[in-house]
Nanobody
C-alpha cells in the first residue's frame, strides 16, 4: 500500500495556473500507474488524468485536455498535475490515487490507494 499526500492547492483567478504535487511513501511507486481525480461541490468524484508507471502513456478527461498536464518523477516518488487556463468549473477537491498495476485506469474503482485531497478554488 502507498501513502499519498497532495499539496499545491489554493485559490486562483480564472485563467491562472496551479501545480499540484502528490508525494508517495511506501513500496513500488515506480511500478504503479497514478491518477488524479476531482470532486466538485455536491458532485461525484470524477477522473481527471492518469499516467502509466513509466510515464509514456497518459490519459486525460475531455474537460481538461489541452489545459492540464500529468507527469511523474519516479526518483522522487512524486506525481504532478500542472493546471493551466483554469476555469471556475475546475473548482473541486483534487485527489491523487495509485493503481496496483503499471497500466492506467480511468475509473475510481481501478485505484485502491488514495490521498486526502487538496482544494482548488477558481474565481472569476
Amino acid at each position: 500500500q502507498l501513502q499519498l499526500e497532495e499539496t499545491g492547492g489554493g485559490s486562483v483567478q480564472a485563467g491562472g495556473s496551479l501545480r499540484l504535487s502528490c508525494a508517495a511513501s511506501g513500496r513500488d511507486f515506480s511500478s504503479r500507474a497514478m491518477g488524479w481525480f476531482r470532486q466538485p461541490p455536491g458532485k461525484e468524484r470524477e477522473f481527471v488524468a492518469a499516467i502509466s508507471r513509466t510515464g509514456r502513456i497518459r490519459s486525460y478527461a475531455d474537460s481538461v485536455k489541452g489545459r492540464f498536464i500529468i507527469s511523474r518523477d519516479n526518483a522522487k516518488n512524486t506525481v504532478y498535475l500542472q493546471m493551466n487556463t483554469l476555469e471556475r468549473e475546475d473548482t473541486a477537491a483534487y485527489y491523487c490515487a495509485a493503481r496496483s498495476s503499471g497500466e492506467i485506469g480511468v475509473t475510481k474503482d481501478a485505484y485502491p490507494d488514495w490521498g486526502q485531497g487538496t482544494q482548488v478554488t477558481v474565481s472569476s
